[in-house]
């Protein structure tokens, strides 16, 4: 009740603002499961936490009625410009996610954010199966979504034809991603690399 009365009377999901608390409850972006729910970082943590309608709750969990749509979606964008955490607003628990940060910690053990160069040959690899796999339609998910920078207009477009994706732009300027890497502290000592990267997909972006 604290969350909803600081954040104002409004659905964090679509928009619409109520009148009554009583209509509005909370919801975990992380989904609460038995392995994760004595986390505080997760149960407790108001950055996991969004003020949504009782229907749009409902909505988002798949639940009561609602089925959302399936689909493949390509979700792109400069880098730090919040590809993975619009993936874990929209997506399902179930749903199929491909994203190059994370095959890169999935085979090294590594953060997600510090990608060896060494790697890239097997990462390129799991991720080309993947895609496969969901041109294929292999495998019993629902929707598919597919995190990247594809600055590169004719490859997205290409890669959305060939999945039949919808692509989805997490439009940010530059100078937005480089604040948000300024105030990073899990980059704080790759800060360096990570610039050389939002400079690059900048220089290489072409729009649609």
Request: charged share 25%; net charge neutral.
């Given at each position: 009740?604290?969350?909803i009365?600081?954040?104002?009377?409004k659905c964090?999901?679509c928009?619409?603002?109520v009148?009554n608390?009583?209509?509005?409850?909370?919801?975990?972006i992380?989904?609460l499961?038995?392995?994760?729910v004595?986390?505080?970082?997760?149960?407790?943590?108001?950055?996991?936490?969004?003020?949504?309608?009782?229907?749009c709750?409902?909505?988002?969990?798949?639940?009561f009625g609602y089925k959302?749509?399936?689909?493949?979606?390509?979700?792109?964008?400069?880098?730090?410009?919040?590809?993975?955490?619009?993936?874990?607003?929209?997506?399902?628990?179930?749903?199929?996610?491909v994203?190059?940060?994370?095959?890169?910690?999935?085979?090294?053990?590594?953060?997600?954010y510090?990608?060896?160069?060494?790697?890239?040959?097997?990462?390129?690899g799991?991720?080309?199966?993947?895609?496969?796999?969901i041109?294929?339609?292999?495998?019993?998910?629902?929707?598919?979504?597919?995190?990247?920078?594809?600055?590169?207009?004719?490859k997205?477009?290409r890669?959305?034809?060939?999945?039949g994706?919808?692509?989805?732009?997490?439009n940010?300027?530059?100078?937005?991603c480089?604040?948000?890497?300024?105030?990073?502290?899990?980059?704080?000592?790759?800060?360096?690399e990570?610039?050389?990267?939002?400079?690059?997909?900048?220089e290489?972006y072409?729009?649609?």
């Amino acid at each position: 009740m604290v969350i909803i009365i600081e954040r104002g009377l409004k659905c964090e999901h679509c928009g619409q603002r109520v009148t009554n608390s009583k209509e509005l409850t909370l919801h975990h972006i992380t989904e609460l499961t038995p392995e994760n729910v004595h986390d505080p970082m997760i149960s407790l943590n108001p950055a996991n936490v969004m003020v949504v309608h009782h229907d749009c709750h409902n909505e988002i969990h798949n639940r009561f009625g609602y089925k959302k749509e399936a689909g493949v979606f390509i979700v792109y964008g400069p880098p730090l410009s919040g590809k993975a955490d619009y993936v874990r607003h929209h997506m399902a628990r179930g749903d199929l996610v491909v994203d190059m940060d994370r095959l890169y910690a999935a085979v090294s053990m590594l953060p997600y954010y510090d990608k060896l160069d060494g790697l890239f040959s097997n990462v390129i690899g799991i991720h080309n199966q993947l895609i496969d796999n969901i041109k294929t339609r292999f495998g019993k998910w629902r929707s598919a979504w597919i995190i990247g920078g594809y600055a590169d207009r004719f490859k997205r477009q290409r890669l959305a034809s060939e999945l039949g994706a919808e692509l989805i732009f997490c439009n940010i300027s530059r100078e937005e991603c480089l604040r948000r890497l300024d105030v990073d502290g899990e980059r704080q000592y790759r800060k360096d690399e990570w610039r050389v990267f939002i400079e690059k997909w900048f220089e290489t972006y072409s729009v649609d």
